[in-house]
């Protein structure tokens, strides 16, 4: 079935750096997701990219579309403590309604 | 306040007690999923439902079963659970499926079949 990978599985940064994590697919996707996963709770909708070369940004969250539809990066400038949690990509497949997810990037940040 | 809730938050059950785990929004939402999470493989999606009396198989949908009679109800069912079951279960809801996907999480059950 599809596949999302999702690197790095876990990054540990001082208060301040930036941040940056990718998803790779060996199957297009028309639409990607960053969804953040604090400890405890559910995943929360960070930015929606829609287009091929899409850049969008939220905030200090930097997110681009691959050109070629089976990549995403995410990028988070000038981390702060409440950085910290699981980040997750996710892939909507061509039929719609499936949502696939990566396997998360644990993010933690020392002050 | 809009919200999805499930219940129960914690089980702890045994192999092949049939089991339910509700999920409820009151955003009128149309779309209406079903996750596990596990470590090293993130969310998995179950099954899905798209409407009212219209539901799908995600990528892992060997052992549940839903329904959708309502719009803003779409339990979870476990006939037969089985240790492999074991996981921390999130439903989520969005408007449609179209365009936007902003799926709303509910607070998790975290299943526990000894």
């Known amino acids: 079935g599809q596949q999302l990978n999702q690197s790095p599985q876990s990054m540990f940064i001082q208060e301040g750096e930036d941040v940056s994590m990718n998803c790779t697919s060996s199957s297009i996707f028309n639409t990607w997701l960053w969804y953040k996963q604090d400890p405890g709770e559910g995943p929360v909708l960070l930015i929606a990219l829609y287009k091929a070369g899409e850049l969008t940004s939220n905030g200090r969250l930097t997110a681009q579309f691959g050109i070629t539809r089976k990549d995403s990066f995410l990028n988070i400038s000038a981390s702060i403590p409440s950085d910290v949690g699981i980040y997750f990509c996710?892939?909507?497949?061509?039929?719609?309604?499936?949502?696939?997810f990566g396997q998360g990037t644990e993010l933690s940040v020392k002050p | 306040e809009a919200q999805v809730t499930q219940n129960p938050r914690y089980l702890i059950t045994v192999t092949g007690k049939k089991l339910t785990v509700t999920c409820s929004q009151n955003?009128?939402?149309?779309?209406m999923s079903w996750y596990r999470q596990d470590p090293g493989l993130g969310l998995r999606q179950i099954y899905y439902s798209m409407n009212v009396e219209v539901t799908d198989k995600g990528d892992v949908p060997e052992g549940y079963k839903v329904s959708r009679k309502e719009k803003r109800n779409f339990p979870l069912i476990l006939e037969s659970p089985s240790p492999n079951q074991t996981s921390l279960y999130f439903c989520?809801?969005?408007?449609?499926?179209?365009?936007?996907?902003?799926?709303?999480f509910g607070p998790g059950t975290r299943l526990t079949v000894l």
């Open positions: 996710a892939g909507v497949d061509n039929q719609g309604g499936k949502l696939i």
């Open positions: 955003m009128n939402h149309e779309y």
């Open positions: 989520a809801s969005s408007l449609d499926s179209g365009q936007g996907y902003e799926q709303f």
